[in-house]
């Protein structure tokens, strides 16, 4: 998009819609879909990110 865009500061519309039905809000993050371990990785992912951005705010303070 950006190789294509006219110049600064452009706009542009995704083209890729979300169905009309709404049937795809079912499985966005479905905490009943994704499972235990799968969910314990993103739990220890997420508190190590949280721990480097308060590294990162210390650091700047």
Do not use: H, S
Not at 46 to 61: N, P, S, W
């Amino acid at each position: 998009m950006l190789e294509t865009a006219p110049g600064p500061r452009t706009t542009v519309q995704n083209p890729i819609r979300w169905t009309e039905d709404g049937l795809w809000k079912n499985d966005y993050n479905n905490l009943e879909q994704i499972g235990e371990a799968e969910l314990a990785r993103r739990r220890e992912e997420f508190l190590k990110q949280k721990a480097v951005a308060k590294g990162l705010r210390e650091k700047a303070a």
